[in-house]
């Protein structure tokens, strides 16, 4: 039997054919290097073009209808089909793909109107819109879409950028993290969470770093939390185990496929999540996980089940929305250039993936990066990080000098951050910014001037941390 197609589209003469829902997304999508590994991408910039103006006449109930992963074989799609809102989606439910892009864009699409919006939205709905979109749309949209989380400090508020503070170390040696961790903090960064990708992953060197940051943070009583970056299984045992755990991580995909290939599923997050919570260690919130997520991940794992990587990785967002988090995080050139091949590549899905994550409600950050045999640097990711700064980004990178030593891939410093809230007038999260002014971190703190002097209690834990040299 010969080939079928559910969707056609007839310009001029010539006739095009999309097999399924996922075939025509895919199409539809500005061109990556991953797509082009996978098979899915668009032969042509017309056929991308027809695919578009295919898509665009597609009604948004369309997407509760067909599905790009089979509802009995992944528990992802179960979460986004069981979960969908009709009353939410009620508004909308009349209007096209391209009605949306149009609506999205207008005056009606308020910040109230977008926030009573998102639980009626699917991940594939708002893939698609943003397959329509220029650079400058996903930026206008993204900035109307307002979603605020707390913990220990408040992040996501109009006019605010936070950061992680990201003091790994190709060792975990401990004197090196924490001089990390004092340089970061002497640059007002560290109000998202301060961050650790342990280099030895295992429960006792989570729990020694774990004990490390939180001893920072209580000594010099930070309003923020932390984090080690280690499996949520991990988390769990060093929960057990009583280790003062704040966020809990894990890296998610948009398939269960995927996931299973990271060891967890949709119940393994829902016992973390009850866990930390059971703890109440948090002063002003309680979301308590920390998600990352990243284009290219489904197929790397050969779990993207023939769907383009941008949708795949929205559906990861349906899978962070579900447990609430503080924190989620594309890290969006980490992978590498067989998914993301240049700076333009790494853009324009950095700008995808912010718009999507924040429609969905969803407190979206970006690791603004690339791995070094990328065709990128760090003029592309000066471009990306004002353009998200100006999209109302939750929080980026901070980290010595933009390279991350263990991870061996370069991201954003504590002077981009700074950079980031003089040129944009973006404040860090407000009980941060005051506890700068009051431990005198900053000189003046509207202006953003970090103190020329180190403050006393810096400086005394400095010397204490100070190590012999080793012949002596």
Same mark, same amino acid.
């Given at each position: 039997?010969g080939?079928t197609?559910?969707?056609?589209?007839?310009?001029g003469t010539?006739?095009w054919? +999309?097999?399924?829902?996922? $075939?025509?997304?895919a199409?539809?999508?500005?061109?990556?290097?991953?797509?082009? %590994?996978a098979?899915v991408?668009a032969e042509?910039?017309?056929?991308?073009?027809?695919?578009?103006?295919?898509?665009a006449e597609?009604?948004?109930?369309a +997407?509760l209808s067909e599905v790009v992963?089979?509802y009995?074989?992944?528990?992802?799609t179960? %979460?986004?089909q069981?979960? @969908?809102d009709?009353?939410? +989606?009620?508004?909308?439910s009349?209007?096209?793909? #391209?009605?949306?892009?149009?609506?999205?864009?207008?005056?009606?699409a308020?910040?109230?109107s977008?926030?009573?919006?998102r639980?009626?939205l699917?991940p594939?709905?708002?893939?698609?819109?943003?397959?329509?979109?220029?650079n400058?749309d996903?930026?206008l949209v993204?900035r109307?879409?307002?979603?605020?989380t707390?913990?220990?400090?408040?992040i996501?508020?109009p006019?605010?950028l936070?950061?992680?503070?990201?003091?790994?170390h190709?060792?975990d040696d401990?004197?090196?993290?924490a001089?990390s961790?004092?340089?970061g903090?002497?640059? #007002?960064?560290?109000?998202?969470?301060i961050g650790?990708?342990?280099?030895?992953?295992?429960?006792a060197?989570?729990?020694?770093?774990?004990?490390?940051?939180?001893?920072v943070?209580r000594?010099y009583d930070?309003?923020t939390?932390? !984090?080690?970056?280690? @499996?949520v299984?991990?988390?769990?045992e060093a929960i057990a185990?009583g280790a003062?755990?704040?966020l809990?991580?894990?890296?998610i995909?948009?398939?269960?496929?995927?996931?299973?290939?990271?060891?967890f599923?949709?119940?393994t997050?829902?016992?973390?999540? $009850?866990?930390?919570?059971s703890?109440k260690r948090?002063t002003?919130g309680?979301n308590?996980m920390?998600?990352e997520t990243?284009?290219?991940?489904?197929?790397?794992?050969?779990?993207?089940?023939?769907?383009d990587?941008q949708?795949?990785?929205?559906?990861?967002?349906?899978?962070?929305?579900?447990f609430?988090?503080?924190?989620?995080?594309?890290?969006?050139?980490?992978i *590498?250039?067989e998914?993301?091949f240049?700076?333009?590549?790494?853009?324009r899905a950095?700008l995808? $993936? @912010?718009?999507? *994550?924040?429609?969905?409600?969803?407190?979206?950050?970006c690791?603004i !990066?690339y791995t070094? @045999?990328?065709?990128?640097d760090?003029?592309d990711?000066d471009n990306?990080?004002?353009?998200?700064?100006?999209a109302?980004?939750?929080?980026?990178m901070g980290?010595?000098g933009?390279?991350?030593?263990m991870?061996?891939y370069?991201?954003?410093?504590f002077?981009?951050?700074l950079y980031?809230?003089?040129?944009?007038? %973006?404040?860090p999260?407000?009980?941060f910014?005051?506890?700068?002014?009051?431990?005198k971190? +900053?000189d003046?703190?509207?202006?953003?001037?970090?103190?020329?002097?180190?403050p006393?209690?810096?400086?005394?834990?400095?010397?204490?941390i100070?190590?012999?040299?080793a012949?002596?």
């Open positions: 039997m080939q197609y559910k969707y056609s589209y007839r310009q010539q006739t054919h +999309f097999r399924d829902l996922a $075939d025509l997304l199409r539809a999508t500005p061109a990556r290097s991953g797509d082009r %590994l098979g991408i042509s910039d017309e056929e991308r073009a027809i695919a578009q103006m295919c898509l597609l009604p948004l109930k +997407f992963v089979p009995e074989q992944d528990e992802v179960r %979460l986004i069981d979960s @969908h009709e009353a939410a +989606f009620a508004p909308v009349h209007l096209t793909v #391209g009605d949306f892009r149009n609506w999205l864009l207008s005056d009606h308020t910040e109230e977008l926030a009573a919006l639980s009626g699917t594939e709905m708002v893939a698609a819109v943003s397959k329509l979109m220029r400058q996903l930026i993204a109307k879409c307002r979603v605020t707390a913990f220990r400090n408040t996501g508020l006019g605010h936070s950061t992680r503070l990201q003091p790994n190709p060792t401990v004197a090196g993290i001089a961790i004092v340089d903090l002497l640059y #007002g960064s560290g109000d998202a969470v650790i990708n342990p280099a030895t992953d295992n429960v060197q989570a729990i020694k770093l774990m004990r490390v940051m939180d001893d943070i000594t930070i309003p939390q932390s !984090c080690v970056l280690t @499996h299984t991990n988390t769990l185990q003062p755990v704040d809990v991580f894990q890296s995909g948009g398939t269960e496929a995927t996931n299973s290939s990271f060891g599923s949709l119940a997050l829902a016992e973390a999540q $009850d866990a930390a919570l703890l948090g002003v309680n308590v920390y998600f990243g284009q290219g991940s489904a197929l790397s794992a050969d779990a993207h089940h023939g769907v990587q949708t795949c990785e929205a559906r990861a967002y349906a899978v962070a929305r579900r609430d988090p503080l924190l989620v995080n594309t890290v969006v050139g980490f *590498g250039p998914y993301l240049n700076g333009k590549e790494i853009i950095g995808e $993936d @912010h718009f999507c *994550g924040k429609l969905l409600g969803v407190p979206m950050g690791d !990066c070094n @045999h990328a065709e990128a760090q003029n990711m990306l990080l004002t353009l998200l700064g100006v109302g980004c939750s929080f980026i980290i010595p933009s390279d991350d030593i991870l061996n370069q991201t954003t410093s002077h981009d951050a980031a809230r003089r040129v944009l007038d %973006l404040s999260a407000p009980e910014a005051d506890w700068l002014a009051r431990m971190v +900053f003046d703190i509207a202006r953003y001037e970090p103190s020329a002097a180190l006393e209690l810096f400086g005394s834990r400095l010397r204490g100070t190590r012999k040299p012949h002596d």
